[in-house]
């Protein structure tokens, strides 16, 4: 039944992408590709290409991840195309193509509405809330983050609860509210850690966060940590980034 072996890889792949085991997603998602194949249908091995693009983006290799995603959305139609105009949606924020990202999330949200798919819409929505953040329209990016937390807890998505919580406390971060922040990255580190969900994000977020405000050891011991959880995970595209932090933190605790 090579359908069903395609639904149990896919699962498998999520596993995986949760607990930050990068090689074996990427190992499962090729599997889901094949199966597709081997069942003869495009629609399936196109889904996983469009997983197997996020993968490889966040290992680092942005071209790749690209091809991948633009051969999926080349087959896939209704909530799938969707789920991968989403994805390429992604993929372009991290690149820091801010402008060529918004359409795809635009493009997407009505479609994975009317399917009532809320883990994809409330995905898209503290996504979304990044962008705006990086634009700097903080009104816009507030209103999605509630419109998501108010779907994590509807639908019990206590996982996504927290990367919600932690993008609100990016979102206070930049507007200068420092209490409130912490206050926000600490519950999203509470619910992350409850779920043994990886937390180097987070942690480069409050170790930027407490630079600002010149608390030097507390940020060099956030942004190692991130540093530590990054090499080990082969996070390719946060690693220089934590490593700045770190950097420039040193820098200004005069340790050259």
């Known amino acids: ?13 999520m596993a995986a992408l949760q607990l ?5 997603a990427l190992r ?6 094949q199966l597709g194949q081997r069942a003869g249908s495009d629609e399936l ?11 490889l983006n966040v290992r680092g290799h942005a071209r790749k991840a690209l091809r991948e995603v633009e051969a999926a959305l080349a087959v896939l139609t209704g909530t799938a195309r969707a789920r991968a105009r989403a994805q390429r949606g992604a993929i372009l924020s991290q690149l820091g193509r801010l402008d060529e990202a918004l359409p795809d999330y635009q493009a997407a949200l009505p479609g994975l509405r009317r399917a009532e798919d809320h883990v994809w819409v409330q995905r898209i929505l503290y996504n979304r809330a990044v962008l705006y953040g990086y634009r700097q329209e903080f009104t816009a990016a507030e209103n999605d983050l509630r419109e998501a937390e108010e779907l994590c807890q509807r639908h019990h998505l206590d996982l996504s609860l927290g990367f919600v919580h932690q993008n609100q406390g990016w979102i206070s971060g930049l507007r200068g509210d420092v209490p409130a922040a912490l206050d926000q990255l600490g519950r999203a580190e509470d619910c992350l850690r409850q779920h043994h969900a990886p ?10 966060l407490l630079l600002s405000v010149r608390l030097l050891g507390e940020a060099m011991q956030a ?17 220089p980034e ?15």
């Open 1 to 13: 039944d090579l359908a069903s072996l395609w639904v149990a890889e896919r699962v498998l792949v």
């Open 20 to 24: 930050e085991d990068r090689d074996a």
């Open 242 to 256: 934590a490593r700045l932090l770190l950097a420039q933190a040193a820098i200004l605790d005069g340790q050259a």
């Open 223 to 239: 942004s190692a940590t991130a540093v530590r959880e990054f090499s080990q995970q082969r996070r390719q595209l946060a690693l």
């Open 28 to 33: 499962h998602l090729r599997r889901a590709i």
């Open 199 to 208: 937390v180097g994000e987070l942690l480069a977020d409050r170790a930027e």
């Open 45 to 55: 091995a196109a889904e996983a290409r469009a997983r197997l693009a996020y993968a």
